[in-house]
């Protein structure tokens, strides 16, 4: 097999910051495509992992799922794409388990081993030197080449830029596709989004695009919600200084059909499933299942990448964006690769929507 050298910015320490090292990885194998990348964007998954959930000793990471870039190389059995197709890598699935089969990949039964896992579904690494560990979300895409599979990967149009693209395949995949596939609102609905960082932004746009209304953002930073008002929200509330759940009945003489909590806020967490109409449905976006027994028919979801189907619904968002309906590329805040732990320090403060970091000229 095939051994490269790449540059990975590589994380040893809890709290960072990231290193830039030169690492060799083996592969493609039969099932594999290897990515030039150049572009990733910086997801919140990322920021907690380099926070709060590495452990030293269980070795090094590579992180990094939000990748775009260009197919360099496809190892025998790949069909879907070839050399010099440019792609957006998103979330792994297994493709053989019950849900993967009936279409609904965000439900497979391997999603965790094969997303967090930080190893391919035999357990091999293709990082060298040992011990360094890669294929988060099955891209580890903080790197200048990934390995990724025919199932995490998303062909786009050549003549729109990958560095605007890359952030499709997570967070804002997770935002619109909450809307408009887990809970399919429907015009007319009222809705709040709970948390307007990328997830949410992506969220009140697509209740936009339904036709949504009210659609009520929530946050606590000035600037986001002001984004908010700008891309479709059409009253926003500041949690820090207003009292939520009466600011939501004084808009809708009610409460709302649907919430979307994106923020991990222990007030928003119930606040989300208490200021539901009857029937109202909830959805958890941090990996919490919401509260139980809640009464006259309301819903609490955990939603797992807006249950999308990437091959199809990357290409409904470029379509969107496309016609101005979806102005995701407002979001993103450049930086070159070397500047990552810059990049990673913005997103925690708050001063950047969406960091994506350029790797290497398309
Ligand atoms: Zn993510
Ligand atoms: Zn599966």
């Known amino acids: 097999m095939d051994v490269q050298k790449i540059r990975a910015a590589v994380l040893r320490r809890r709290g960072g910051p990231l290193k ?6 083996e592969g493609p194998r039969d099932d594999e495509v290897l990515v030039r990348l150049v572009a990733s964007g910086i997801c919140h998954t990322d920021i907690s992992y380099i926070d709060q959930w590495y452990d030293a000793s269980e070795g090094p990471l590579v992180l990094g799922h939000e990748g775009a870039g260009i197919v360099e190389k496809v190892g025998k059995k790949v069909k879907r794409v070839r050399r010099g197709d440019h792609v957006v890598l998103s979330y792994q699935s297994c493709g053989r388990c019950r849900p993967c089969r009936s279409g609904r990949p965000a439900d497979c039964r391997y999603l965790y081993d094969l997303n967090f896992g930080f190893k391919r579904p035999d357990g091999s690494n293709a990082l060298r030197p040992s011990g360094v560990r890669g294929h988060f979300f099955g891209q580890s895409s903080f790197a200048s080449h990934s390995l990724a599979t025919e199932r995490n990967l998303v062909k786009v149009p ?19 596709g909450t809307v408009m596939n887990s809970l399919a609102v429907p015009a007319g609905a009222s809705i709040a989004i709970f948390g307007t960082g990328a997830v949410g932004l992506a969220a009140v746009m697509a209740a936009r695009i339904v036709g949504a209304g009210p659609i009520i953002g929530v ?14 929200a ?5 949690n820090r ?7 939501i009945r004084e808009i809708t003489g009610s409460g709302v059909d649907y919430t979307v909590e994106s923020t991990g806020d222990d007030k928003l967490y119930q606040l989300a499933a208490d200021a539901l109409n009857p029937k109202g449905t909830a959805a958890y976006l941090t990996g ?17 990448q807006g249950d999308a189907v990437p091959q199809s619904f990357i290409p409904r968002l470029i379509a969107f964006y496309r016609k101005g309906l979806f102005p995701f590329d407002r979001l993103e805040k450049f930086y070159d690769f070397r500047q990552i732990n810059r990049a990673i320090a913005d997103a925690r403060r708050g001063h950047s929507v969406k960091p994506v970091l350029k790797i290497s000229k398309a």
């Open 20 to 25: 830039i090292e030169t690492l060799e990885m």
């Open 288 to 304: 919490v299942s919401g509260p139980g027994s809640l009464s006259q028919g309301r819903k609490a979801l955990s939603i797992i």
């Open 158 to 176: 050549k003549n729109l830029p990958l560095e605007t693209l890359a952030p499709l395949g997570c967070g804002l995949q997770t935002g619109a």
């Open 241 to 247: 200084r207003e009292d939520v759940a009466a600011r």
């Open 219 to 232: 946050d606590i930073v000035r600037s986001r919600l002001e984004i908010a008002l700008e891309l479709g």
């Open 234 to 238: 059409t009253h926003v509330i500041d």
